[in-house]
């Protein structure tokens, strides 16, 4: 069975076991950064050497920062991000609507908010959640499938794009 770490994807090995599933742990570099972290190692270095995407998202759907994997693939600088809403963010084309980020009737089916909130209430780390996304591109809206994983550290969420890709059409 192949062992890989849940938040920065690198390889750990293999089990020996005659198996083609994928085990997740966390890998010492990340662990590290964890107990770090109490020390004063600053989260955006650790954000920053992660080769996904992640945001770090608060209870209320506001990113409080982002890795430069994000930065580049949301085409934003970390100050078009940060203090914004998730929606806002992702450019969800609900997020321009009169009532905002988070309070139009398509936020209650929002997959990516519902695993914020789930995470962020009870703790429980999500994996290779599917979600489907109207996101504004060149003031078009574009259908988008967005796998996400998130993980609640402290008061915050992290909240890892693993793909977005256009969804196909039916």
Same mark, same amino acid.
């Given at each position: 069975?192949? $062992? $890989?770490?849940?938040?920065?994807?690198?390889?750990?090995?293999?089990?020996? +076991?005659?198996?083609?599933?994928?085990?997740?742990?966390?890998?010492? !570099? @990340?662990?590290?950064?964890?107990?770090?972290?109490?020390?004063?190692?600053?989260?955006?270095?650790?954000? !920053?050497?992660? #080769?996904?995407?992640?945001?770090?998202?608060?209870?209320?759907?506001?990113?409080?920062? +982002?890795?430069?994997?994000?930065?580049?693939?949301?085409?934003?600088?970390?100050?078009?991000?940060?203090?914004?809403?998730?929606?806002?963010?992702?450019?969800?084309?609900?997020?321009?609507? #009169?009532?905002? @980020?988070?309070? %139009? $009737?398509?936020?209650?089916? @929002?997959?990516?908010?519902?695993?914020?909130?789930? %995470?962020?209430?009870?703790?429980?780390?999500?994996? !290779?959640?599917?979600?489907?996304?109207? $996101?504004?591109?060149?003031?078009?809206?574009?259908?988008?499938?967005?796998?996400?994983?998130?993980?609640?550290?402290?008061?915050?969420?992290?909240?890892?794009?693993?793909?977005? %890709?256009?969804?196909?059409?039916?």
């Amino acid at each position: 069975m192949k $062992i $890989i770490c849940a938040w920065c994807k690198s390889e750990m090995g293999n089990d020996g +076991a005659e198996d083609s599933r994928t085990s997740h742990t966390i890998c010492r !570099d @990340c662990r590290n950064w964890m107990r770090g972290n109490e020390r004063g190692y600053p989260l955006v270095e650790y954000l !920053d050497k992660l #080769p996904p995407p992640i945001l770090l998202v608060d209870g209320e759907g506001v990113v409080q920062l +982002a890795n430069k994997a994000a930065c580049r693939v949301l085409g934003k600088d970390l100050e078009q991000i940060r203090g914004k809403a998730g929606g806002n963010v992702m450019e969800c084309a609900y997020a321009r609507l #009169p009532e905002g @980020c988070g309070q %139009t $009737i398509h936020c209650k089916a @929002c997959a990516i908010r519902l695993a914020v909130i789930r %995470t962020h209430s009870t703790g429980e780390d999500l994996a !290779d959640v599917e979600a489907y996304q109207e $996101i504004m591109v060149n003031e078009k809206t574009t259908r988008m499938k967005i796998l996400l994983s998130t993980h609640k550290f402290g008061e915050v969420v992290f909240l890892r794009l693993d793909a977005m %890709t256009p969804a196909l059409k039916n």
